[in-house]
């Protein structure tokens, strides 16, 4: 590596003033290509690396919402689950006061025919009384 370092040296000391210039010219182009170039592989790197960080952010979010949706749901299911009870609860307590609607009346209705029954007896026994005095009375 010495004599590299060396040779520049003796390289640029046995040029003339306008070669030097020339050379230092073109040595500084050549670091500006070198430097622009390496900037754009950096911005083509960058913009290579944000589209991948992008994809992965649209597919981390897919899986964000699609995992809150299924707690959704879950939450969901125990609502309707609760109101599913509740329902369930107030039908049976409807039913239950239905029942003893229907058995109150099914025991009006027997206490009506026996009623009726009476009554149909008493008229009977009355119409017989009737009958039997018009008879007697002829």
Same mark, same amino acid.
């Given at each position: 590596?010495?004599?590299?370092?060396?040779?520049?040296?003796?390289?640029? %000391?046995?040029?003339?003033?306008?070669?030097? %210039? $020339?050379?230092?010219?073109?040595? %500084?182009?050549?670091?500006? @290509? !070198? #430097? $622009? #170039?390496?900037?754009?592989?950096?911005?083509?790197?960058?913009? &290579?690396?944000?589209? #991948? @960080?992008?994809?992965?952010?649209?597919? &981390?979010?897919?899986?964000?919402?699609?995992?809150?949706? +299924?707690?959704?749901?879950?939450?969901?299911?125990?609502?309707?689950?609760?109101?599913?009870?509740?329902?369930?609860?107030?039908?049976?307590?409807?039913?239950?006061?239905?029942?003893?609607?229907?058995?109150?009346?099914?025991?009006?209705? &027997? +206490? !009506?025919?026996?009623?009726?029954?009476?009554?149909?007896?008493?008229?009977?026994? &009355?119409?017989?009384?009737?009958?039997?005095?018009?008879?007697?009375?002829?």
């Amino acid at each position: 590596m010495g004599k590299k370092g060396k040779g520049k040296g003796n390289k640029l %000391a046995k040029m003339s003033e306008e070669e030097r %210039a $020339r050379y230092l010219q073109m040595r %500084a182009d050549q670091e500006e @290509e !070198t #430097r $622009r #170039r390496k900037m754009q592989l950096i911005a083509l790197y960058m913009k &290579n690396k944000l589209k #991948r @960080e992008d994809a992965f952010c649209r597919l &981390n979010m897919a899986k964000i919402n699609q995992e809150w949706r +299924s707690i959704l749901r879950q939450v969901k299911i125990q609502d309707l689950r609760r109101e599913i009870i509740d329902v369930e609860l107030f039908f049976k307590e409807a039913l239950k006061r239905k029942d003893q609607v229907i058995q109150r009346l099914i025991g009006d209705i &027997n +206490s !009506t025919e026996d009623m009726y029954a009476n009554l149909q007896q008493s008229h009977m026994e &009355n119409i017989d009384k009737i009958i039997g005095e018009l008879i007697y009375l002829k």
